[in-house]
């Protein structure tokens, strides 16, 4: 009964190369919300996705940006052309359908850009 | 800006003591959702409390709720060293489906 599973859970990159995160949900979720933590900070929302669609994108940046949930595989975040603002934990956490309002968190991916 | 605010930003206290945290927010809610974090980890859900109730417990967890305030507080009892961790609330903004954190509050419990 494994949990949200993200990867890879460090990532190094050079500034202009591109980022791709993937986030697993627990087994019968069907929603996904990314979130960003910067160093002695709290959570940004990112999107919040279900499967194939995207529900709300308010917290993305404008460009370099986006993220998918296709109806087979992980959630993606990709960021492009990336920057050394871009270095941070982001986190996936999925909810089931009816759910509460609790999110399950993955341990998240850390992004350092040189 | 945040939604919620934890208060105080950090807490330095003794084994055995308890340790309270405040969360301060702005606009209606229909929840509020405490979370923890251990450093370098995701974060775990410790308790959710609606709007409509005043306080929840949860083993040594005790949460309160005052929304004519837009106030809760996490009281942990007869901490331990193990308690230390990063401590967040989360709110829904009045029936959205994202839950907003606060900046958290740094918990450190002396052996």
């Known amino acids: 009964n494994a949990g949200v599973m993200q990867n890879p859970r460090h990532l190094v990159r050079r500034r202009g190369q591109e980022a791709r995160l993937r986030c697993s949900p627990m087994k019968g979720h069907s929603h996904v919300y990314w979130y960003r933590q910067l160093p002695e900070e709290g959570l940004k929302f990112m999107v919040y996705?279900?499967?194939?669609?995207?529900?709300?994108e308010s917290g993305m940046p404008k460009e370099r940006f986006s993220a998918e949930f296709p109806k087979e595989g992980p959630s993606i975040l990709r960021i492009q052309q990336v920057v050394r603002g871009d270095s941070a934990a982001y986190f996936c956490?999925?909810?089931?359908?009816?759910?509460?309002?609790?999110?399950?968190f993955g341990e998240g991916s850390r992004l350092t850009v040189l | 800006s945040q939604q919620g605010e934890e208060d105080p930003q950090a807490l330095s206290i003794q084994e055995g003591e308890n340790a309270t945290m405040n969360c301060s927010y702005k606009t209606s809610i229909n929840n509020l959702q405490w979370y923890r974090q251990n450093s370098g980890r995701g974060l775990v859900h410790l308790i959710l409390?609606?709007?409509?109730?005043r306080e929840k417990h949860s083993g040594r967890l005790r949460v309160t709720l005052d929304t004519s305030k837009k106030s809760s507080s996490l009281l942990i009892t007869a901490s331990r060293a193990a308690d230390t961790a990063s401590y967040f609330c989360a709110t829904d903004k009045g029936g959205s489906y994202i839950p907003t954190f606060g900046r958290g509050t740094s918990l450190i419990v002396h052996p």
């Open positions: 956490a999925s909810v089931g359908q009816g759910s509460t309002g609790e999110l399950f």
């Open positions: 409390i609606r709007s409509n109730e």
């Open positions: 996705l279900q499967k194939e669609n995207i529900i709300d």
